[in-house]
């Protein structure tokens, strides 16, 4: 069974930081592309950061150069280094795993962790 947690979100005020990890069980880690999305009240879910199985990264533009994505395949988890927080940043923050195999795309979703920056 494919279990994605996500953990480490919480309350901050604005200019902190925060690190959300994302751990994985059930998948082959390795060869997965992981992603962090996030979504505010009331609004579309966005893209937040994505690191793929090369561990290549690339970012939302409302998080770059503030936000760092980085995995530890050893250890099956994917984090997310939040810094200079802002109140726009308040949302649930999701991670993901997806693959390309054989020509079928599998896609599994964490439960979330809320992030809430103060003002």
């Known amino acids: 069974q494919v279990q994605l947690v996500e953990s480490g979100g919480g309350l901050v005020q604005a200019g902190g930081s925060l690190r959300p990890c994302c751990s994985a069980?059930?998948?082959?880690?390795?060869?997965?592309?992981i992603c962090w999305y996030r979504q505010a009240a009331g609004k579309q879910r966005e893209l937040v950061a994505v690191?793929?199985?090369?561990?290549?990264?690339n970012y939302g533009d409302s998080v770059k150069g503030r936000f760092t994505i980085s995995r530890d395949n050893a250890k099956n988890t994917v984090s997310l280094q939040m810094n200079s927080l802002k109140p726009e940043d308040t949302a649930d923050y999701y991670c993901?795993?997806?693959?390309?195999?054989?020509?079928?795309?599998?896609?599994?979703w964490g439960q979330g962790t809320q992030v809430t920056v103060s003002s």
């Open positions: 993901t795993a997806s693959l390309v195999l054989l020509g079928r795309r599998s896609e599994y």
């Open positions: 069980a059930g998948i082959i880690f390795s060869i997965n592309d």
């Open positions: 690191i793929s199985s090369g561990g290549g990264t």
